[in-house]
C-alpha cells in the first residue's frame, strides 16, 4: 500500500515537473520571442509613422521653400534693391501719387543654417521707405496694386497726415523685403500674382474712399449742395447733365466723360440719361435723377442687386 502511494506521488511529481519543463520551454521558444517580435513590430510601426511624418513634413517644408524663392526678391542684392526701388515708383505714377521719395538701408544678412548660391548668406532683409502724397483714392489704389503682387514683402507701419483742406494725405510707408540665396531669378522681380487679398478687383475696395476718416465730413457736406437738375442736348445732339451747386447757385453743364469741378469730391459724369445721370463719385458708380443731390443718389452696384434678387 505504501509503495503503491510512493510511486502514485512519483508520477505526479514527474508529470508536474514534465509540465513546468514544458512550460518553461513554451516561455523560452515560443512565448518569449513572439513578445519579443511583437515589441520589435511595434518599434518599427512607431519608426515608419514617425519617418512617414518626417517626409511629409520635409515635402511641406520644400514646397514652402520653393515659393519664397518665387516670391523672392532677385539673390543679386544690388539688383534686388534697384528693381525693387524702381517697382515703388511705377506703383506710385500708376496710382497718380505726387513727389515720391523712395530711401534703402543696408541688406541685413540673417542666419537660418543654409547657404545660397556662391556660398553667400542664405537670407538677407532689405528695407524701404516711400514717402508720397495723394488723395485716400489715389493711396487705396497704391495699396490694392502693392498687396496684389505676389512679391516676398511687406508694410511694417503705415502713416497718414492729412494736408490741407483739399483731402490730400502725406503717406510714409516702411517696407520690408526678403532677398533668398536661392531666389530663382538674378535681375528680375516676380511677375506672379498675389492672392492675400479677399477681393481681387479694386472697386471692391472703394468704399474704404467714400468713408474718408480724413475728410472731417467736408465730402458728404459738398454732396448735399450739388443737385441734377435738368438734361438737355447740344448742337451736336449730345446729351448733358445740369448740376447747381449750392450756396452761389451757379450751374455746370456737363457731357458724358467730364469732372465736376467741386472742392472735396472727386466726380465725373459716365452717362447721362432721359431723366438721370450715372456719375463716378469718389471711384464709385452712382445713379442720380433729376432733383436729387448727389448725397441722395443709390450705388449702381446695390441696384443690379436688388433687380438681380
Known amino acids: 500500500m505504501g509503495d503503491k ?8 511529481l514527474g508529470a508536474i515537473g514534465v509540465l513546468y519543463a514544458g512550460d518553461l520551454t513554451y516561455q523560452s521558444w515560443i512565448e518569449s ?27 511641406r517644408v520644400a514646397a514652402d521653400l520653393e515659393q519664397l524663392e518665387s ?9 534686388a534693391r534697384s528693381a525693387y526701388q524702381a517697382w515703388l515708383l511705377q506703383l506710385v505714377q500708376r496710382a497718380k501719387l505726387q513727389t515720391p521719395n ?35 483714392k489715389q493711396v487705396v489704389h497704391f495699396l490694392f496694386d502693392f498687396y496684389r503682387a505676389d512679391h516676398l514683402h511687406k508694410i511694417r507701419s503705415m ?10 494725405l502725406d503717406l510714409t510707408l516702411s517696407i520690408e523685403t526678403l532677398a533668398l540665396g536661392t531666389a530663382l531669378r538674378e535681375n528680375e522681380l516676380s511677375r506672379g500674382v498675389s492672392e492675400r487679398l479677399a ?5 471692391e475696395y472703394q468704399p474704404l474712399v467714400r468713408r474718408n476718416l480724413f475728410d472731417s465730413g467736408r465730402g458728404a457736406e459738398t454732396a ?6 435738368a438734361v438737355t442736348r447740344n448742337r451736336d445732339g449730345t446729351s448733358q447733365a445740369w448740376f447747381r451747386i449750392a450756396p452761389s447757385g451757379k450751374t455746370q453743364i456737363l457731357s458724358a466723360g467730364q469732372p465736376l469741378n467741386c472742392p472735396g469730391l472727386e466726380v465725373r459724369v459716365l452717362e447721362v440719361l432721359p431723366a438721370a445721370t450715372i456719375l463716378s463719385l ?4 452712382i445713379r442720380v435723377r433729376i432733383g436729387q443731390r448727389l448725397v441722395e443718389g443709390t450705388s449702381e452696384r446695390a441696384r443690379l442687386a436688388h433687380q438681380n434678387d
Open 5 to 12: 502511494r510512493t510511486r502514485l506521488l512519483l508520477v505526479v
Open 33 to 59: 520571442p513572439r513578445q519579443d517580435a511583437e515589441r520589435q513590430k511595434a518599434r518599427l510601426e512607431k519608426q515608419i509613422r514617425e519617418t512617414k511624418l518626417s517626409l511629409a513634413k520635409s515635402k
Open 71 to 79: 516670391q523672392s526678391l532677385p539673390w543679386d542684392l544690388e539688383v
Open 102 to 136: 523712395v530711401d534703402s538701408s543696408e541688406p541685413v544678412a540673417l542666419s537660418i543654417g543654409r547657404r545660397g548660391r556662391r556660398g553667400k548668406p542664405a537670407c538677407h532683409r532689405l528695407g524701404f521707405t516711400l514717402r508720397t502724397r495723394g488723395s485716400l
Open 159 to 168: 502713416n497718414f497726415n492729412p494736408v490741407g483742406r483739399d483731402r490730400t
Open 199 to 203: 477681393s481681387a478687383t479694386r472697386e
Open 224 to 229: 448735399k449742395k450739388i443737385q441734377f437738375t
Open 282 to 285: 469718389d471711384g464709385e458708380r
